[in-house]
């Protein structure tokens, strides 16, 4: 089970950071990922962190946004910063078997198992 949080409202320029928690024993065995929805469009991939720390972020996010994670706490951050509006939409947290990917990051939300309730970010212009 995964709970994000840390979504709000914020102008854009400004900054956020979403945590996504869980409870599983063997966190540092998956890979984290965050996605985002916004209203009236799919589901986008945003960014991804492999048990080890390896990271991949979407194009449109890179050098804005930074994935981490901390295994100990079993915890995954996403650092937002020079938020524009156009990343406004509901953010969510997923997860899958590290073990049981032959490729562990992807950006195919179909090839995550666990999913989080999502928080909302608005960035106001």
């Known amino acids: 089970q995964l709970q994000a949080s840390g979504g709000g409202l914020v102008q854009a320029g400004g900054s956020l950071r979403l945590s996504c928690t869980t409870s599983?024993?063997?966190?540092?065995?998956?890979?984290m990922a965050w996605f985002r929805q916004a209203t009236g469009k799919e589901r986008e991939f945003v960014a991804a962190?492999?048990?080890?720390?390896?990271?991949y972020h979407h194009p449109s996010v890179k050098g804005r946004f930074t994935v981490s994670r901390d295994n100990a706490r079993s915890l995954v951050y996403l650092q937002m910063n020079s938020l524009i509006p156009e990343d406004s939409a509901v953010y969510y947290c997923?997860?899958?078997?590290?073990?049981?990917?032959?490729?562990?990051?992807?950006?195919?939300?179909?090839?995550?198992?666990?999913w989080g309730q999502g928080t909302l970010v608005t960035v106001s212009s």
């Open positions: 997923a997860a899958k078997d590290q073990s049981r990917s032959a490729v562990p990051i992807t950006t195919d939300a179909d090839t995550y198992t666990f």
């Open positions: 962190i492999s048990g080890s720390g390896v990271t």
């Open positions: 599983t024993r063997t966190f540092s065995g998956y890979v």
